[in-house]
């Protein structure tokens, strides 16, 4: 490169001067100041001395040649146009990192660098899915299922001994009764359900005797109220002296009336026959 630049600058400076020799021998030279006689040789020792004193400036460009640059070195060595049939390179791959130029034919990029990404493989091995790499960070968990068997629970001792599916036949049952306070798990045949604290529910009785209504157990705690209707005699109160002396149920002919007509302001409870309501005179019934 750098001698084709100084072979074509040679080349350039030689074409100047026989230009200027062969010009100076026919034309008029006004700079001439060392001319010293009319002789061809003394012409041409002349026309040199213009030359030089002119310093070399060219006169009009070159026919059929370029300028070309005159200092490659302040110009960084760039071509000078292409070369024929082949691209522009890079000058220093350093710079690049090492980029390769241009790809390999049959061959995709791959990881320069493979401890930055890991160890992870590079695309898929045929027929082979990805596996875990720790098993331990997945907590022992088994990849994919045994062929028929289910997943069992690993620690029966968190799930408390509840039983894994039913037993045939047999359905599930309380493991701790005691908490469920006795109670009697299903029906005996024939027998009702009956409680088995009657302490808890106050004596009552559980279930219907034959022919025998349900009555209280404690009549003490309900007030003494009779359980059940006498025949032929209406309901009446134990105790009057609680209910202030009201006579529970009618008598046969005789209608209601007020035991304490005083406390009522002396009215008169009912009609009197053949008679019509009146006051009393509220002193006395």
Do not use: Q, W
């Not at 045994?146 to 069992?152: D, E, F, N």
């Not at 349900?214 to 006498?230: A, D």
């Not at 209910?243 to 046969?252: A, C, M, S, V, Y």
Request: hydrophobic share 25%.
């Amino acid at each position: 490169m750098a001698t084709t630049l100084k072979s074509l600058s040679f080349f350039v400076i030689l074409l100047m001067v026989i230009s200027l020799f062969f010009i100076g021998t026919t034309e008029a030279r006004p700079f001439n100041i060392m001319k010293s006689g009319n002789s061809a040789a003394s012409g041409g020792t002349e026309s040199f001395f213009d030359v030089l004193s002119l310093e070399g400036i060219k006169d009009g460009p070159s026919p059929g040649v370029g300028h070309g640059f005159i200092n490659s070195e302040i110009l960084g060595e760039i071509k000078e146009g292409p070369s024929p049939g082949v691209g522009n390179e890079f000058t220093n791959s350093e710079i690049l990192g090492g980029i390769k130029d241009g790809s390999s034919p049959g061959a995709g990029h791959e990881f320069t660098n493979s401890g930055i990404l890991g160890g992870i493989k590079e695309g898929p091995s045929p027929g082979a899915g990805h596996a875990f790499t720790n098993s331990g960070t997945l907590g022992g968990i088994k990849e994919g299922s045994s062929p028929g068997v289910g997943h069992a629970f690993t620690n029966s001792g968190t799930l408390g001994g509840i039983k894994e599916g039913p037993s045939p036949g047999v359905g599930h049952e309380l493991t701790n009764s005691g908490t469920l306070g006795g109670i009697k798990e299903g029906p005996s045949p024939g027998v009702g359900h009956e409680f088995t604290n009657s302490g808890t529910l106050g004596g009552i009785k559980g279930g219907p005797s034959p022919g025998v209504g349900h009555r209280f157990t404690n009549s003490g705690t309900l007030g003494g109220i009779k359980e059940g209707p006498n025949p032929g005699v209406g309901h009446e109160f134990t105790s009057s002296g609680t209910f202030g002396g009201i006579k529970k149920g009618p008598r046969p002919s005789i209608g209601h009336k007020f035991t304490k007509n005083r406390i009522l302001g002396g009215i008169k409870e009912g009609p009197s026959p053949c008679c019509g309501n009146k006051y009393t005179t509220g002193t006395k019934h």
